[in-house]
């Protein structure tokens, strides 16, 4: 985000911004930190995930709240993202996942991100690096346990040990693995991969190849208990409160909120069309509102006549389809409703809530996706004990 308002700033500078905002809960976030925490076993700590602006929620926000919250490592997915965590000067270790460049591999060292190798070709673009340049790079080795993505495969292995042998450069601080199937619960595939990476770690150790530190679960995976003790662990979604802890029974706190306002409120009679397509025809005396937000915040047009938003804590569903910037949504019979009333798209208000797995249920898609498709339009609320301060693109 390109301007943040620091929180010394009154409540007015909100003022000036569109009134749709993500409101981000920091306390949220540091909360369910502990409680991933208290939940994992000895010596396991949290790798907090914050690539692709945090899932929406604000790399940098989250890394600063990582830094004091006892979190041992932030990861993200390119090197920009590592040089946004940097340039805020948040003091914590920052691992790479992507696929990096030589180029970009030697400002990564220079750093002192550690990075992971994808494959072969990365590994060998680190040690070339590292030789090239004589600076030591810190590796996580990604083992291809079965999910057929990115890391060594098996045969990959020798080669690796070998190359490894010859670059006393290199550092691997940790090997490690992803999980395909951890979401679902007894997936064959899941014990699989847990013993072809246990095999793999047994060949790289036969061939001088170790690690201080194993991590393979992810959110999935801490929810269905698959951390060994000692291991870390890659969480992102279960930080922000949108995967349950143990399979649907202490789900923790969602981060995010996404509210706006009323912007136009009418009576109509039946018989009438509303928005695009005229796909949606009153059928009785209606009262629509109007909501200023769109696609192009995020909100998705698939959501057309089937979406519904939360209005004095009711669900008001949308009506007709959903424009670039506004949604119409029909609040007949909610008691009292008025032009510039609270509109709350995800999050609760007062007994309901609308969550990120509905929406994504609703879209035949994953709460990750409606995440990162909240668009750099909305600008960010966040929230810590009484302070309150917007990041936002624009300038105001
Ligand atoms: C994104 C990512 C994660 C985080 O996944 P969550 O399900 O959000 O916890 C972990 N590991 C890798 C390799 C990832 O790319």
Known sequence: MGRTCMPSLPDKSTELYRPTFAEIDLDAYSRNIAAVQGRLPVGSRIIAVVKAGGYGHGTVELARRCAVGGVAMVAVALLEEAIEISSARIDIPILILGALTPPQIEVAARSGYAMAVVGPESLRDVCDVSARTGRRCKVHLNLDSGMGRVGLIRDDLDAAAELLSRSPEVEVAAIFSHYATASRADHPLTARQRSVFESMLATLRARGVSAPLHHMAASAGVMRGLVEPGEFVRVGLLLLGAESLDDGHSRLEPVLSW??????????????????????????????????????????????????????????????????????????????????????????????????????????????????????????????????????????
């Open 259 to 396: 509210r706006s306002r009323i912007a136009r409120l009418k009576r109509l009679g039946p018989g009438n069309f509303i928005g695009y397509g005229a796909s949606f025809e009153t059928r009785r005396d209606s009262l629509i509102a109007t909501i200023p937000v769109g696609y192009a915040d995020g909100y998705d047009r698939m959501l057309s006549n089937r979406g519904e938003v939360l209005i004095r804590g009711r669900r008001a569903p949308v009506a007709g389809r959903v424009s670039m910037d506004l949604i119409n949504v029909d609040v007949t019979g909610i008691e009292g409703v008025q032009f510039g009333d609270s509109v709350t798209l995800l999050g609760r208000d007062g007994d309901d809530e609308i969550s990120a797995d509905e929406l994504a249920e609703k879209l035949g898609t994953i709460p990750y996706e409606v995440f990162c498709r909240l668009s750099a339009r909305v600008p960010r609320l966040y929230r810590s004990g009484s302070q309150r301060w917007v990041s936002s693109k624009f300038n105001t």
